[in-house]
């Protein structure tokens, strides 16, 4: 299975990407929304893990770029944001809605239950 | 006085409290003071100066009125007795000049003349010839008097010089109160003779006691001297010297006012008889007077009284219920604007929560994964187990996080729920995440919780942020109210009668005693106002509940505890409470 990570926190992306690699995921990170546009463009993802705040796009209007460029992908927020505002809209556009800091055993199954579901 | 509290109006009651920034910016009771000053003056000042005018005015009206009457009276009476002796002295004018002295010397004759004159008129009672010498020549009458002489009598000097005379009334030779009419002829030869008569002084007494006198009226005659000359009712006998001051001559029918010797005031009218030595007087009480004007008075001053009264009544209504109608409004202004404060505040709480958990969940983020990291690569190592320490302290670190994570979590969803939303609502756990919040506060102070959350609790449509609330606030005022050692106990019960839940919340406190129990709920009310209370919470609490189609009731005992019942519908009236 072929993630794609985006947070702006790289310290976070980055140790949470290598700990999915170590549990055999494929795993691919970005910083910045451009990045995970170009990330997006050149591979094919089962699912997006990206973050709600980020600076310059936030993670609704990056998932919405996304949605262009590959139309089947899932998503899950991980944020460490939980205002009202985004609970709603971000727990309506995506499969889940995490709050930071999250297990990653419980990681792996919302990741695992979200891709099962649109199988 | 417990009936005279019940009528008290609320803002007479209100307890006054020390400055603050939740207190009235207006003293009611001192407005109530002054609106009820100035409705008395501007009411009762006219009323009270027209009613002073008005008996002034009535008063000096029956007054006039009396001495007027009065003098009518006593110029009518002066007038009768006036004709009355000008009247029979004309008709022995008459009689002297119509007769020679040898004519009238004939008994016959003068018995005959005096028949005629008894006929025509009343009061006659003998007719006599009389000499100039004053040596009475010829007398018919019920008298011996023939040859009486009169020379030394009052009247005969007087007759001699104004050629008649009328006499005061005297005893005389006969022993019997009467006066004498005299008219004079002087002949030819500068000689005169008299023909007199004796009029019945009883005659007057009939006259002046048929005037109909009100106000213990007397009416009699005096001479000249001031002695009496009729009976009088009050004021002396015959011959008497008249009480008061003799009255100074007048043609005019005189009045005065003097006090008696009993000190009374007195009216005594005064009109002097022409061509006689009599005075007419007549004397009033005043006070018997007056009667008519103190009647008039009662009503007066009754009307006074019941008008006062009823003025009275009607500015201390009004105005008690002006300013209480004021004082509420003004109580309600206040609520809603701390109301409005309050849940400002809230909602600056919450984003405040929401924006510190965000700052805490990134770098705990960090810390879980990067701890995560490092047990993954002991536990993914290929020698797995070399140092079991480091993994438990990994694992100690991650447990840390993960507490920190709930924290901040439950900080993110009271945050998530300071407005106003309906859902699908689960008690048991909306009162778990409130003790979340307070289970350290709990341990620190040594207090016990308890919860008994019955099985059968249904899940139902509310709002948690204000759900959040109201178990917030009351579990707070329940840890104010108990010391250390305390115990607080949580029920909750399912009603299916009613289809309500009720949350039962007591602890063993200091109670609330039984006169602040009808206040707590009010707004401003608290005890705590030294350490900083508003007294908004509970009223707020009410409100929520209220906002929910709830209601919170209390029990209490000082001393022992308090117990506060929240009844929650399972179908909330929903247009009253969504926004």
């Known amino acids: ?119 | 006085m417990s009936i005279l509290i019940q009528f008290k109006p609320d803002f007479l009651q209100a307890v006054p409290t020390s400055d603050g920034p939740y207190r009235h910016s207006f003293n009611f009771r001192s407005i109530w003071k002054k609106a009820i000053l100035i409705a008395l003056l501007v009411s009762l000042c006219p009323l009270i100066f027209i009613t002073i005018i008005d008996y002034k005015f009535t008063q000096n009206s029956i007054q006039s009125e009396n001495l007027l009457r009065t003098q009518q009276v006593g110029s009518n009476a002066r007038r009768s007795i006036s004709f009355f002796l000008s009247e029979r002295l004309s008709a022995l004018s008459f009689i002297v000049r119509d007769n020679s002295i040898e004519e009238l010397k004939d008994p016959e004759k003068l018995k005959g003349i005096l028949q005629n004159l008894m006929a025509s008129f009343n009061g006659f009672v003998d007719l006599g010839l009389i000499d100039q010498n004053g040596v009475q020549l010829n007398y018919v009458g019920p008298y011996q008097l023939e040859g009486k002489d009169y020379s030394n009598q009052a009247w005969f000097q007087q007759v001699k010089d104004k050629n008649f005379s009328i006499s005061e009334v005297f005893v005389g030779f006969r022993n019997v109160p009467h006066l004498i009419l005299a008219a004079k002829y002087v002949m030819p030869d500068g000689s005169f003779f008299i023909l007199r008569t004796a009029i019945d002084s009883a005659r007057f007494d009939d006259f002046l006691g048929n005037l109909h006198l009100n106000g213990r009226g007397d009416a009699f005659l005096i001479n000249k001297s001031g002695i009496i000359q009729t009976p009088t009712l009050y004021h002396g006998n015959l011959f008497e010297q008249f009480p008061f001051a003799v009255p100074t001559y007048s043609i005019n029918t005189e009045i005065r006012e003097e006090i008696d010797k009993a000190g009374n005031e007195v009216i005594i009218c005064s009109a002097f008889i022409p061509e006689s030595p009599y005075i007419l007087i007549i004397v009033k009480q005043k006070d018997e007077l007056m009667k008519p004007w103190r009647a008039t008075r009662i009503k007066l001053i009754g009307f006074l009284v019941i008008s006062i009264s009823l003025i009275l009544l009607v500015i201390f209504g009004i105005v008690t219920n002006m300013v209480n109608n004021m004082y509420l409004l003004d109580q309600r202004r206040l609520s809603s604007v701390h109301k409005m404060e309050y849940s400002n505040k809230l909602a600056s709480i919450g984003r405040l929560s929401a924006g510190v958990a965000h700052e805490i969940n990134n770098p705990l983020a960090i810390i879980n994964e990067k701890a995560g990291l490092i047990k993954d690569i002991l536990s993914y190592s290929e020698t797995p187990g070399q140092n079991p320490r480091v993994i438990e302290l990994i694992d100690s670190v991650l447990s840390s996080v993960e507490r920190c994570g709930t924290i901040t979590k439950r900080l993110l969803g009271f945050a998530r729920h300071m407005d106003s939303t309906f859902e699908t609502i689960n008690l048991p756990n909306v009162i778990h995440d409130v003790l979340g919040f307070l289970h350290k506060e709990a341990e620190y102070r040594d207090i016990v919780i308890t919860t008994d959350f019955a099985d059968d609790i249904p899940e139902f449509k509310s709002d948690r942020g204000k759900l959040q609330q109201i178990f917030l606030n009351i579990i707070n005022n329940a840890f104010s109210a108990m010391k250390t050692a305390g115990r607080l106990n949580i029920v909750i019960r399912h009603h299916s009668d009613d289809n309500t839940i009720v949350a039962t919340i007591t602890d063993n406190g200091c109670g609330i005693s039984e006169g602040d129990m009808g206040k707590i709920f009010e707004p401003f009310f608290s005890t705590k106002t030294r350490q900083g209370g508003t007294g908004l919470g509970l009223s707020i609490t009410y409100g929520l509940a209220m906002e929910l189609g709830g209601k919170v009731n209390v029990t209490s005992k000082l001393g022992e505890g308090t117990s506060f019942f929240i009844t929650l519908p399972i179908n909330p009236p929903q247009q009253k409470t969504e926004k």
């Open chain 1, 1 to 119: 299975m072929r993630l794609l990570l985006v947070d702006d926190e790289n310290e976070f992306v980055t140790t949470l990407a290598e700990r999915l690699v170590i549990r055999g995921f494929e795993v691919d990170y970005a910083t910045k929304a451009v990045d995970a546009l170009d990330l997006a463009e050149k591979n094919r993802y089962d699912l997006v893990v990206l973050d709600m705040k980020m600076p310059g796009t936030s993670g609704l209007e990056l998932k919405y770029m996304l949605e262009q460029i590959r139309p089947n992908m899932k998503y899950i927020f991980l944020t460490g944001h939980g205002s009202e505002e985004d609970y709603v809209a971000g727990s309506q556009q995506a499969t889940h809605y995490l709050v930071k800091p999250v297990n990653i055993s419980i990681l792996i199954s919302k990741i695992n239950e979200a891709v099962d579901t649109h199988e």
